[in-house]
């Protein structure tokens, strides 16, 4: 298992989002809703099982994300 830090520094402090994805492999996916506000406690998610060209678009951008990140040690 591996996890990144992808904050993104900004005039007040940093953004960052709860994004919620599972990449199996390059033909397989689930993308669940991603909580970007204060409120994201009390809401609700949904996802979505994809398979192969969406979730080839799914793999392109974890891949691009990771690119831009700082390796965490577990």
């Known amino acids: 298992m591996e996890a990144f830090d992808y904050t993104v520094a900004s005039d007040d402090g940093f953004e960052t989002f709860l994004a919620k994805v599972a990449l199996a492999d390059d033909q397989l996916a689930y993308v669940g809703s991603a ?3 204060v409120f994201a406690r009390h809401s609700m998610d949904l996802g ?3 398979e192969a060209r969406p979730a080839r678009v799914v793999a392109n951008v974890l891949c691009a994300v990771v690119k831009v990140s700082t390796p965490l040690r577990l």
């Open 35 to 37: 909580n970007m506000t």
């Open 48 to 50: 979505l099982l994809v």
